[in-house]
């Protein structure tokens, strides 16, 4: 099975998880979340990298880049930016790469102007509420998703 490369986005004010609103967020930190989605990736054969920023145009540019990389997928928790920003949504179009919009707490169920998403109906699909595992479900989901014969080979295999 070919290793699949994983492109894992956080947008703003996620690099202080862990200390931030933990009501919402929870008590882990961005690095003990990247340690497990690596983890995780081990385990299914996928390679994850992972980038943070505050800017919308430093986001822009690293979904810019992954179009010209060997990226096969984003996972991307684009924090304030899903309800405001129409560049994220155009660069995450231009590039063609499948992703897989995430959040921690369930946007659906906080203020209204977190309900609307300005990227969902692109996503392959959403995954909201279940803290720092949201991430793990997505790159399970995107795994699924990227790899549905050679798991079905596997799961032959194994039988
Ligand atoms: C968030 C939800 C957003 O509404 C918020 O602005 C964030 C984090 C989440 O992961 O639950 O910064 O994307």
Redesign the pocket.
């Known amino acids: 099975m070919s290793t699949t490369h994983i492109l894992v986005l956080h947008?703003?004010?996620?690099n202080m998880l862990g200390s931030r609103e933990p009501d919402?967020?929870g008590h882990q930190t961005l690095a003990d979340i990247s340690k497990q989605m690596i983890a995780l990736g081990d385990s299914l054969n996928m390679e994850i990298s992972s980038f943070q920023s505050n800017h919308e145009g430093e986001l822009v540019d690293r979904i810019q880049q992954a179009a010209s990389g060997q990226i096969d997928g984003i996972v991307i928790?684009?924090?304030?930016y899903?309800?405001t920003s129409v560049a994220i949504r155009d660069a995450l179009l231009a590039t063609d790469i499948p992703f897989v919009e995430?959040?921690?707490?369930n946007?659906h169920g906080?203020e209204t102007f977190?309900h609307r998403s300005l990227l969902s109906d692109k996503a392959i699909g959403v995954i909201?509420g279940f803290g720092g595992t949201s991430y793990l479900l997505a790159i399970r989901g995107m795994g699924e998703f990227l790899q549905p014969l050679q798991q079905t080979d596997q799961y032959t295999t194994d039988r």
Do not use: E, F, M
């Open positions: 947008g703003p004010n996620l919402h967020y928790n684009p924090a304030a899903t309800h995430v959040h921690l707490s946007i906080r977190r909201a």
